[in-house]
């Protein structure tokens, strides 16, 4: 994985119909889109973004209204597109960087978590900005690997039981979500995953990408809308 594939996968997912077709890949963030008939108007995506943090972050990490950037790649807010309001739903997603690390990309997140812990609101564009900026305290995590990214940050991963989908670039496709290993007391072993077949430093990817059911979301509640009812619900990156 190169600068940029990287780059071209964020540019790709700043605009909403990108966003759409990564989020078509894990199901249960699909879901809580509120229309799929106006897309446009139902998904808001903040590359790269602020938040104005209102309490103190521990660790030094930010005073009291402080404005600080997200360290993740891009975010997604769902929008009512009739009530022109935020749903609830946020969606951080990260990208596996050229030369990162899994705790690098992990640490990532957990930096999140510290930053929106304490009440936040988010810094929107000015097309936005008569929109609620208020966090709903509740993000979201969404990791996109690629197929060279190293079996240790897909063990990681799963491990945490973090959800994960696969970008193909040379495909201009995303590949099906990877289900995070089975339950202790499962008949499943490590073995039958493919997590054993690490000859080149990578995981069997074929042996991996299999079919998430709708309810195996990774523990996140995604039913805790202010909302209520959140609607039912080949990408091409290659950007020339």
Not at 27 to 39: D, G, H, K, V
Not at 60 to 76: K, Q, S, T
Not at 213 to 230: I, K, T, V
């Amino acid at each position: 994985m190169n600068q940029d594939a990287y780059e071209i996968l964020l540019s790709t997912c700043t605009q909403y119909q990108g966003a759409l077709e990564l989020l078509k890949q894990y199901r249960p963030y699909l879901e809580t889109l509120p229309s799929m008939r106006r897309p446009s108007e139902s998904l808001i995506t903040l590359p790269l973004p602020n938040v104005r943090v209102r309490q103190a972050v521990s660790q030094g990490l930010a005073e009291r209204g402080d404005v600080v950037p997200l360290p993740c790649e891009v975010v997604f807010l769902m929008c009512d597109p009739e009530w022109k309001i935020k749903t609830g739903v946020e969606i951080c997603v990260y990208i596996h960087r050229p030369h990162e690390d899994f705790s690098e990309l992990l640490s990532r997140w957990r930096r999140t978590e510290l930053l929106l812990d304490g009440g936040y609101e988010w810094l929107m564009p000015t097309y936005y900005r008569h929109l609620l900026s208020e966090g709903t305290d509740q993000p979201l995590p969404l990791f996109v690997v690629f197929p060279d990214t190293p079996s240790r940050i897909l063990r990681g991963l799963q491990g945490a039981r973090l959800p994960v989908v696969e970008h193909v670039p040379h495909l201009g496709a995303i590949a099906d979500p990877i289900e995070p290993p089975a339950a202790p007391d499962s008949d499943i072993t490590f073995e039958d995953v493919g997590l054993e077949a690490e000859t080149d430093g990578h995981l069997g990817r074929e042996d991996l990408m299999m079919p998430l059911d709708a309810e195996e979301s990774p523990g996140f509640d995604l039913d805790e809308s202010p909302s209520g009812d959140l609607g039912q619900g080949s990408f091409d990156s290659s950007g020339d």
